[in-house]
């Protein structure tokens, strides 16, 4: 099972087919905010359609594919963060992630994402992460912009949104680059 504590507040666990009632009910509470970004969210109407999402995360995480994990601060269930995209032979990955309106404003979501890029570098090795944000999407491009990411520039339709394509603000990170990790870990080798 993969758990990572964070800090006193905040730590990640992967999500099991038992959180799904209590993951669609954070998720109907915030579809409002949610669906502002999030093409998923018109898709996820029932227990069973979260259920669904769970299993396969899980599958996802069994083939070595990426992580997928329930934020959890002081607890309770707050949001969710993956590594997706997961590619061996380059070792890298793209990080995604959503939060609980009720949470927002607290440096939760970037110290959830600084766990993931550090467990990324340290214990799977890889070289690359990539964050993409809607370029309106303030609040979720802080994230990378606190955690000291790069800028690349702007993928011009990139993402679907509601019938709507819009671009995305691209960022990423190399373990050289890692403060935590330097460049021992860029030659660490890839993930198993």
């Known amino acids: ?3 990572y504590r964070i800090d006193r507040e905040v730590e990640l666990k992967v999500l099991e087919t038992g959180d799904a009632e209590e993951l669609f009910l954070l998720t109907d509470a915030n579809r409002r905010c949610l669906r502002q970004w999030m093409p998923w969210i018109d898709g996820t109407q029932t227990v069973e359609d979260t259920r669904a999402f769970i299993e396969h995360a899980r ?3 069994a083939r070595g594919e990426g992580i997928t994990a329930g934020i959890l601060a002081d607890g309770s269930l707050c949001g969710v963060i993956d590594h997706h995209g997961l590619s061996t032979l380059n070792r890298s990955a793209a990080i995604g992630y959503w939060l609980a309106e009720s949470h927002q404003g607290r ?3 970037t110290r959830a994402c600084r766990g993931m ?3 990324a570098f340290r214990s799977l090795g890889l ?3 990539e964050i993409r944000a809607g370029v309106d999407n303030r609040r979720s491009r802080a994230v990378p912009e606190r955690l000291g990411f790069t800028l690349e520039g702007v993928a011009r ?3 679907r949104l509601y019938g709507v394509y819009i671009d995305l603000a691209v960022y990423s990170m190399l373990a050289t680059e890692w403060p ?3 460049p021992a870990v860029a030659e660490a ?3 198993a």
């Open 59 to 61: 599958q996802r995480w």
């Open 107 to 109: 440096g939760i979501m």
């Open 189 to 191: 080798g890839g993930p």
């Open 1 to 3: 099972m993969f758990n």
């Open 117 to 119: 890029v550090d467990y």
């Open 157 to 159: 339709g990139a993402q």
């Open 180 to 182: 935590p990790c330097g």
């Open 127 to 129: 070289y690359r992460i």
